[in-house]
């Protein structure tokens, strides 16, 4: 009888931005979603295992994480490469600027972070007219 309650379950919590599966929710970036964000995160999409990632996005190498500054919000999933690209480096310059950045260890992988907390960028990710399924986005970033 000991035995039985010698193996601890990781407690999943209660509250929050929750799915229906009990993960955290996310929301991914589609044409015309514009977001202030207040944390940015970059890592393998195993990094993010409290995420509810679909399964299409756990076949990336890379994804990232939009926190908005909106705590009621959904943060926004970003799987394209266009946008990745953009905001990486992007990243690079804020960090250069003396933005707080950090790495975080997840899931056996790392996680970049950085945070804004004044002076946060909004982003806009914008597709041209009549743009097919894999056609780039436009990041306009204020």
Known sequence: ??????????????????????EKALDWVKDGVKVAVS????????????????????????VAILFPIDKYANPFLVTQKSILRVLEA?????EEAGAPCDTVRSGGSLISEITFAENQPSLEFVRPENAKTYDPYKVIIE
């Open 39 to 62: 944390k940015i995160q970059m890592g393998s999409p195993s990094a993010f295992a409290d995420w509810n990632i679909p399964e299409w996005g756990l076949t990336k190498d890379c």
């Open 90 to 94: 992007h990243c690079a310059e804020w």
């Open 1 to 22: 009888m000991a035995l039985c309650g010698a193996a601890k379950k990781t407690k999943k919590p209660v509250f929050g931005q929750m799915t229906l599966t009990g």
